[in-house]
């Protein structure tokens, strides 16, 4: 079983998802997150996901 971890980002009343185009033409919305890795919390594959696909940070 693949363990998965997302995360809500939200700053004010704004949420930030990300669009992502599907191979049938269609745009889906998405949070940030990802797979989690051996030995990897939820928390921290979060976060780390976050970093790798935005570039930015976040703290816990």
């Known amino acids: 079983m693949t363990e998965l971890a997302a995360g809500v980002v939200r700053y004010e009343e704004e949420y930030l998802l ?13 949070f940030p997150g990802g797979k989690v890795e051996q030995n990897e919390e939820p928390l921290q594959a979060m976060l780390r996901e976050f970093e790798e ?6 703290e816990d």
Do not use: P
């Open 18 to 30: 990300f669009l992502k185009e599907a191979s049938n033409g269609f745009t889906f919305r998405e």
């Open 53 to 58: 696909e935005t570039g930015n940070t976040l």
